[in-house]
């Protein structure tokens, strides 16, 4: 696909004369339907085209202009480019373009046996899985019906005509809508209810294939244009709880030091402002695959704990804390520590709950769950909890707010909180 076919997929004729003279733009908008306006129009003219997050601070928008200020001449490949990171990080933007996007989505078309996608999308446009649930949507010829996520959550369920409809939804917005009486029902509806954007908890899983949802937990990335690998909710219902196995359109093999790589049709063209031809995309996310060629996430690389030379997933101590019942939300980091090397450290919202949460009150109920070296020698509380609308925990952020809230406790003569 050309980006001329793709303007016209999206109801604007570009012009044959349009040149790649043009200056980029960036595409900052919180409506939808304004976005998809924005978006389309800038498809049909000329110049490179970047999508932004209309909450980004100060920060965030003058790395935005540090990049624009580099911008090349305008690319005939890799004109899209998509933000990944930000927020805390380095921001950077994925370059992709109508084929890496056609890619993916025919990826999509196959590997669930859908001709027309339909979507209801609550994640924002800006970002790769509430912008490729369109994109899927718009060249597939189905629809689109963007919804806002407050609606949903007070119980304003929008009507489903016939057909394949699809959600995208991170494991905390599943968790809200199951404690609405009618959201399962409605649920049950859809073809496929993909999980992503945050590993979801053993318990939340549970519940869902109580409730009979189809779920379909994806795996994928900005850099993938969105799921390289996702499990059918068929096979949920069975038992399964891998990502699943590899779309068409990609080829998933685990390299010597366990990570995940990744060859696609949708990979993307290196990153804004820089452009190169990737073969392969090396990840951070350490996984197997298993006798059934399902694809199993055990976390990412660098985070991973090494406290007393023992290497510690958090991953699992999240969900061994999770299933408590004491936190709604939870994170877990390593701190330094000049004995241990690294400690455990577990970080909750403050606001989350009132008890008083210390080793000894919660290392009863993790005993019989972890190894006495994965469990938590720190709970911190912190005011700003670093999780964004995707679900994704901003790490770097949590280490900083957490080494700086160890520091407090120290200074105030504290322990454990």
């Known amino acids: 696909m050309e980006r001329a076919e793709l303007a016209q997929i999206l109801g604007r004729a570009?012009?044959?004369?349009?040149?790649?003279?043009?200056?980029?733009?960036?595409?900052?908008?919180?409506?939808?339907?304004?976005?998809?306006?924005?978006?389309?129009?800038?498809?049909?003219?000329?110049?490179?085209?970047?999508?932004?997050?209309?909450?980004?601070?100060?920060?965030?928008?003058?790395?935005?202009?540090?990049?624009?200020?580099?911008?090349?001449?305008?690319?005939?490949?890799?004109?899209?480019?998509?933000?990944?990171?930000?927020?805390?990080?380095?921001?950077?933007?994925?370059?992709?373009?109508?084929?890496?996007?056609?890619?993916?989505?025919?990826?999509?078309?196959?590997?669930?046996?859908v001709e027309r996608v339909q979507t209801v999308g609550v994640l924002p446009l800006h970002h790769v899985s509430g912008f490729m649930a369109w994109m899927r949507c718009a060249i597939s010829g189905g629809v689109y019906q963007p919804w806002d996520w407050k609606k949903l959550e007070d119980g304003n369920l929008p009507d489903l005509p016939r057909g394949d409809w699809f959600i995208s939804l991170v494991p905390t917005q599943l968790s809200r809508l199951l404690k609405q009486p009618r959201a399962a029902e409605w649920l049950r509806r859809f073809r496929a209810v993909f999980l992503g954007g945050a590993p979801a908890w053993p318990d939340l899983l549970d519940a869902a294939a109580d409730a009979y949802l189809p779920i379909s937990l994806s795996y994928g990335m900005t850099e993938t244009a969105a799921m390289v690998a996702a499990l059918r909710p068929d096979e949920f219902l069975q038992g399964h709880r891998s990502v699943g196995t590899p779309l068409p359109h990609a080829k998933l093999e685990i390299m010597s030091t366990g990570v995940v790589a990744v060859r696609a049709g949708s990979l993307c063209h290196g990153y804004y402002p820089e452009q190169c031809a990737l073969a392969t995309w090396q990840t951070e996310d350490l996984g197997h695959f298993d006798a059934t060629g399902h694809l199993h996430i055990e976390g990412r690389r660098d985070a991973i704990i090494i406290t007393g030379g023992k290497k510690v997933s958090p991953t699992e101590v999240e969900n061994a804390l999770r299933s408590t019942g004491v936190f709604t939300d939870v994170a877990v980091i390593g701190l330094p520590d000049p004995e241990w090397g690294e400690i455990v450290v577990a970080c909750y919202p403050r606001q989350a709950t009132d008890r008083a949460i210390t080793p000894a009150a919660i290392g009863a109920q993790l005993g019989p769950l972890l190894a006495h070296y994965k469990c938590p020698k720190l709970y911190l509380p912190l005011a700003n909890w670093p999780r964004n609308a995707q679900g994704k925990l901003q790490r770097p952020a949590l280490v900083t707010a957490a080494q700086l809230q160890r520091a407090a406790l120290a200074g105030a003569g504290g322990g454990a909180a």
């Open 14 to 113: 570009r012009p044959a004369s349009s040149a790649h003279t043009s200056p980029p733009r960036c595409i900052i908008e919180s409506e939808p339907r304004a976005f998809m306006d924005a978006f389309a129009e800038a498809v049909a003219g000329a110049g490179d085209i970047l999508l932004g997050d209309p909450r980004w601070g100060a920060h965030e928008r003058e790395q935005l202009a540090a990049i624009l200020a580099k911008a090349p001449p305008a690319a005939t490949t890799g004109w899209l480019a998509l933000p990944t990171g930000g927020s805390s990080g380095q921001l950077k933007f994925a370059r992709h373009d109508a084929q890496t996007i056609a890619a993916a989505v025919a990826g999509f078309q196959k590997h669930f046996a």
